[in-house]
Antibody, heavy 115, light 112 residues
């Protein structure tokens, strides 16, 4: 069955970096784009951008340009999200979601940024 | 950016009753290829969102026929008939016609 399994929760200090992974199984990884979505505590969903899993080309929404990097380990069917120079407002759950309609989602990774 | 206005914010329902959620976009969601990329998700407490309806009116695999989507252009509706306990949670619409993708603000379906 199709699954997206994300890495575990993270507790970081402001200024540090974090890397979140999203491992896909049950389908051909390069057949579907991978999208990233942010959900701050108690808030709605915000689309961050996507990565073409065939070419590796990332596309970022404006609010996520600069400190956010989407990458792949295609041989491991894994997409990664790295956030550098963490700020308090990066505290959120980050989801990966498959394809043009977000048909399958990871379970989410809670990232807490606190001094 | 396309603004997705979702109403109501909160929707109290009775089990077995009907619910209707509206999603309006600030511009037409008809893509140049003729498709309309408007989707609906349910996020149950503590879980990730799950796809219910894709491209306006297509139920995703395993979604009960109690869920139906309709609409066109800028005006879309999700209807839930015979509400069951597992239907409670936060509903979101998403447009993926225009960059950047944008979500509605969410509707909390809760018991009356």
């Amino acid at each position: 069955q199709i699954q997206l399994v994300q890495s575990g929760p993270e507790l970081k200090k402001p200024g540090e970096s974090v890397k979140i992974s999203c491992k896909a199984s049950g389908y051909t990884f390069t057949d579907y784009a991978m999208h990233w979505v942010k959900q701050a505590p108690g808030k709605g969903l915000k689309w961050m951008g996507w990565i073409n899993t065939y070419t590796g080309k990332p596309t970022y929404a404006d609010d996520f340009k600069g400190r956010f990097v989407f990458s792949l380990e295609a041989s491991a069917s894994t997409a990664n999200l790295q956030i550098s120079n963490l700020k308090n407002e990066d505290t959120a759950t980050y989801f990966c979601a498959r394809g043009a309609s977000g048909d399958y989602w990871g379970q989410g990774v809670m990232v807490t940024v606190s001094s | 950016d396309v603004v997705m206005t979702q109403t109501p914010v909160s929707l109290p329902v009775s089990l077995g009753g009907q619910a209707s959620i509206s999603c309006r976009s600030s511009q037409s969601l008809v893509h140049s290829n003729g498709n309309t990329y408007l989707h609906w998700y349910l996020q149950k407490p503590g879980q990730s969102p799950q796809l219910l309806i894709y491209r306006v009116s297509n139920r995703f695999s395993g979604v009960p026929d109690r869920f139906s989507g309709s609409g066109s252009g800028t005006d879309f509706t999700l209807k839930i008939s015979r509400v069951e306990p597992e239907d409670l949670g936060d509903y979101y619409c998403l447009q993926s016609t225009h960059f950047p993708w944008t979500f509605g603000g969410g509707t909390k379906l809760e018991l009356k």
